[in-house]
T-cell receptor, first 119, second 110 residues
Framework: DTGVSQDPRHKITKRGQNVTFRCDPI?????LYWYRQTLGQGPEFLTY????????KSRLLSDRFSAERPKGSFSTLEIQRTEQGDSAMYLC?????????????????FGSGTRLTVV | QQPVQSPQAVILREGEDAVINCSSS?????VHWYRQKHGEAPVFLMI?????EQKGHEKISASFNEKKQQSSLYLTASQLSYSGTYFC???????????FGTGTRLTVIP
């Protein structure tokens, strides 16, 4: 098991261009999350999948952002018409959901992230 | 929805202790703690589940008071390797994702 992989590690793009990031989670994990982190801040939730179903998407997330997880394996995050405010580290995490009684029990394994710079 | 962490930053000498607090305005299912070193991904430390349990990992332990919606991370006899930014992540009742605090930067000096 090689952990959570993200590609590319760095991406520099011009404002207005589209970008796509890929995440390969730990194979046994059934949940996959996308977060965004800017300097000095904690990770900000974007969206998550359980298997191939996208179960929740942040209300703060612009319609320019879309994510997919075909066949419940790897996931892609696409940003259309990038803006300078999109510059951030995009983190992917995976987890295996189990329950202790009625309470969900899981820990996230994060990938190393994709650093996006919009110029 | 973002939990509040305190302090924002702390500097310790090796061997000293520290406490990092995390508080939420919402009812919580669980609290996670992560450590992130500069330029690296956050690394999972521990999860505390509803029920007020306390967990420990070597010299790092944590508690969760679900009535007060607060958690504290305790670092005892700190080591240089403890340096980094610590984030709490809270899972609210009925939600399936974590909301992270703004972090506490911990620096351990010789």
């Amino acid at each position: 098991d090689t952990g959570v992989s993200q590609d590319p590690r760095h991406k520099i793009t011009k404002r207005g261009q589209n970008v796509t990031f890929r995440c390969d989670p730990i194979s046994e994990h059934n949940r996959l999350y996308w977060y965004r982190q800017t300097l000095g801040q904690g990770p900000e939730f974007l969206t998550y999948f359980q298997n191939e179903a996208q179960l929740e998407k942040s209300r703060l997330l612009s319609d320019r952002f879309s994510a997919e997880r075909p066949k419940g394996s790897f996931s892609t995050l696409e940003i259309q018409r990038t803006e300078q405010g999109d510059s951030a580290m995009y983190l992917c995490a995976s987890s295996f959901l189990s329950y202790r009684g009625q309470v969900p029990n899981y820990g996230y394994t994060f990938g190393s992230g994709t650093r996006l710079t919009v110029v | 929805q973002q939990p509040v962490q305190s302090p924002q930053a702390v500097i310790l000498r090796e061997g000293e202790d520290a406490v990092i607090n995390c508080s939420s305005s919402k009812a919580l299912y669980s609290v996670h703690w992560y450590r992130q070193k500069h330029g690296e991904a956050p690394v999972f430390l521990m999860i505390l589940l509803k029920g007020g349990e306390q967990k420990g990992h070597e010299k790092i332990s944590a508690s969760f008071n679900e009535k007060k919606q607060q958690s504290s991370l305790y670092l005892t006899a700190s080591q240089l390797s403890y340096s980094g930014t610590y984030f709490c992540g809270t899972a609210r009742t009925g939600a399936n994702n974590l909301f992270f605090g703004t972090g506490t930067r911990l620096t351990v000096i010789p």
